[in-house]
């Protein structure tokens, strides 16, 4: 979910972990709500509901994946066409050449991988998750944590306002940096 507003100097980030979800989503919502800007939101497994808690729009990805699902099947059954009936057409028992019941399988199966290669590809490429990627990665988050990142520009975040707001929800540790990027 970043930005670009990263590179500016006068951004600070705060990191407030969770030991809980509900906290997590609740905190995230009122923080946007008093006008917080949430950076981003790592937890060690899906959350239901935090994309419209934080904001976010939904996804571009299922279009993504959709559009190379045709593209797979367009391609298997052009591939299957051209090589039954024009470039290699074997006449085996009178059958006719471009007998598409038989193409059924392969189309089905060049759908799929086109589909899913290509999303998880445009995945990694927008989350920037290369191969020698060095993402932060906070601790306790791949078990059993849930961290809530904010953004903040100059002074525009009150501390002691905020630090009752992640009070107010539980948080176990608050951590300021600008390193979490």
């Known amino acids: 979910m970043g930005n670009t507003d990263a590179a500016n100097k006068n951004v600070r980030f705060t990191a407030v972990f969770f030991s809980n979800e509900d906290d997590l989503k609740a905190c995230a919502m009122e923080a946007r709500l008093r006008g917080i800007n949430v950076y981003d939101v790592f937890s ?33 059954l052009v591939l299957q066409v051209w090589t039954s009936a024009y470039d290699w057409a074997l006449n085996v028992g009178g059958k006719p050449f471009n007998s598409f019941p038989l193409f059924i399988p392969v189309a089905f199966e060049l759908t799929v991988l086109f589909a899913g290669l290509i999303s998880i590809g445009v995945l990694f ?24 990142v904010l953004q903040q520009m100059d002074a525009s975040l009150d501390t002691k306002k905020a630090r009752l707001l992640f009070e107010k929800y539980n948080a176990v540790e608050i951590t300021e940096g600008d390193e979490f990027v």
């Not at 060690?44 to 729009?57: N, R």
């Open 44 to 76: 060690p497994f899906p959350v239901h509901g935090i994309d419209a808690a934080v904001g976010l729009e939904p996804s571009r990805l299922t279009w993504i994946g959709f559009i190379a699902g045709v593209f797979g099947l367009s391609f298997a």
């Open 125 to 148: 490429m927008r989350n920037r998750l290369w191969i020698f990627s060095k993402k932060k990665i906070f601790d306790g988050v791949t078990d059993d944590r849930f961290v809530l």
